[in-house]
């Protein structure tokens, strides 16, 4: 009885002091709980193929592409040809994560509409499939810095007309890295596209970066700079034959960028393709992000098949 008395008296004597003002109190620390850097992380618009979050999540990734293509083609010899028109691109990415580590990823797919204006036909059709396995290396959720490793079989199941079938297919082998910093996000990603048929399709390497700056839930602008790069080049050899009866390979002086591979002999005429995307993310949702990217290349724009892209994507987290 005598303690419980001490206790009561204790506690009468606390509530007395805080009402009067006199005594702060004391809050919880809460500086054992984890923190994760991670959680407003945005997944990169431009290079979707090749260029992804270093993070493994479960996602569906819904991608629409509308491409200008440019007036004018470069081809062998130094000149060009007519062309025109535009292309558009329905694709849709999967991810499903086995942990926070481990995910297997289906980075390419999708339905291409291919309108020029001139010298190359009018088609549409399926690009390759592409799928692989993505495992972070790095998972530093307190300082916010992840790197990730993926590894791609490119499956040559895709339409001929729009150049897309051919060879034996490829691995793309990339490194993505990401690092969280007030409110601000860099990313870059690095990688090769090594065909099993160096003879129908060309050796290629990709950098591309990304910075971004979360002002609010709705709007978090962004800006993303892509290289490609021909390492060794294809064979040219008669192939799609829908297009100038299967002469693109040997004609064209350029490769297909981030979503087309001919095996030109002559890309590296022209072996170096840089573009520059703005756009912005807005999180409709914590688990819903829409995505909107203007694309202009910054080399001449007669040397790939872009004048102008704009694509517009929404990544479900699931």
């Given at each position: 009885m005598k303690t419980t008395k001490v206790i009561l008296t204790f506690g009468a004597a606390m509530t007395a002091s805080l009402w009067a003002g006199s005594t702060t109190p004391v809050m919880p620390d809460n500086s054992c709980e984890s923190i994760d850097a991670f959680a407003t992380a945005i997944r990169p618009i431009s290079n979707p193929t090749l260029f992804d979050l270093a993070l493994p999540r479960t996602n569906a990734h819904a991608i629409f592409m509308h491409q200008q293509l440019p007036s004018r083609a470069a081809i062998v010899g130094g000149g060009s040809v007519p062309l025109n028109g535009d292309m558009q691109l329905y694709a849709l990415q999967?991810?499903?994560?086995?942990?926070?580590?481990?995910?297997?990823?289906?980075?390419?797919?999708?339905?291409v509409n291919f309108n020029p204006d001139a010298?190359?036909?009018?088609?549409?059709?399926?690009?390759?499939?592409?799928?692989?396995l993505k495992y972070a290396f790095i998972l530093?959720?307190?300082?916010?810095?992840?790197?990730?490793?993926?590894?791609?079989?490119?499956?040559?199941?895709?339409?001929?007309s729009i150049t897309q079938g051919s060879g034996d297919g490829a691995v793309n082998l990339i490194l993505n890295t990401l690092k969280m910093t007030d409110g601000w996000q860099f990313a870059a990603g690095a990688g090769l596209h090594i065909p099993f048929d160096n003879d129908e399709e060309a050796m290629t390497s990709f950098i591309s970066t990304h910075v971004s700056y979360e002002v609010c839930d709705y709007f978090i602008p962004l800006i993303e700079l892509n290289w490609y790069h021909v390492i060794d080049e294809g064979d040219g050899g008669s192939r799609y034959k829908d297009q100038v009866?299967?002469?693109?390979?040997?004609?064209?002086?350029?490769?297909?960028?981030?979503?087309?591979?001919?095996?030109?002999?002559?890309?590296?005429?022209?072996?170096?393709?840089?573009?520059?995307?703005a756009g912005f993310r807005s999180r409709l949702k914590d688990n819903v992000h829409l995505g909107v990217a203007y694309e202009i290349p910054l080399t001449d724009e007669e040397e790939n098949l872009m004048e102008n892209r704009l694509t517009v994507d929404l990544v479900w987290y699931f």
């Amino acid at each position: 009885m005598k303690t419980t008395k001490v206790i009561l008296t204790f506690g009468a004597a606390m509530t007395a002091s805080l009402w009067a003002g006199s005594t702060t109190p004391v809050m919880p620390d809460n500086s054992c709980e984890s923190i994760d850097a991670f959680a407003t992380a945005i997944r990169p618009i431009s290079n979707p193929t090749l260029f992804d979050l270093a993070l493994p999540r479960t996602n569906a990734h819904a991608i629409f592409m509308h491409q200008q293509l440019p007036s004018r083609a470069a081809i062998v010899g130094g000149g060009s040809v007519p062309l025109n028109g535009d292309m558009q691109l329905y694709a849709l990415q999967l991810e499903y994560a086995f942990n926070e580590r481990l995910s297997l990823v289906a980075t390419k797919d999708g339905y291409v509409n291919f309108n020029p204006d001139a010298t190359l036909s009018e088609e549409d059709g399926f690009a390759n499939l592409a799928a692989g396995l993505k495992y972070a290396f790095i998972l530093d959720r307190e300082n916010g810095f992840a790197l990730s490793g993926t590894t791609t079989i490119e499956v040559p199941t895709g339409s001929e007309s729009i150049t897309q079938g051919s060879g034996d297919g490829a691995v793309n082998l990339i490194l993505n890295t990401l690092k969280m910093t007030d409110g601000w996000q860099f990313a870059a990603g690095a990688g090769l596209h090594i065909p099993f048929d160096n003879d129908e399709e060309a050796m290629t390497s990709f950098i591309s970066t990304h910075v971004s700056y979360e002002v609010c839930d709705y709007f978090i602008p962004l800006i993303e700079l892509n290289w490609y790069h021909v390492i060794d080049e294809g064979d040219g050899g008669s192939r799609y034959k829908d297009q100038v009866g299967g002469g693109v390979p040997g004609v064209i002086g350029f490769e297909g960028g981030d979503l087309l591979n001919w095996g030109a002999a002559n890309a590296k005429d022209n072996g170096d393709i840089v573009t520059l995307a703005a756009g912005f993310r807005s999180r409709l949702k914590d688990n819903v992000h829409l995505g909107v990217a203007y694309e202009i290349p910054l080399t001449d724009e007669e040397e790939n098949l872009m004048e102008n892209r704009l694509t517009v994507d929404l990544v479900w987290y699931f």
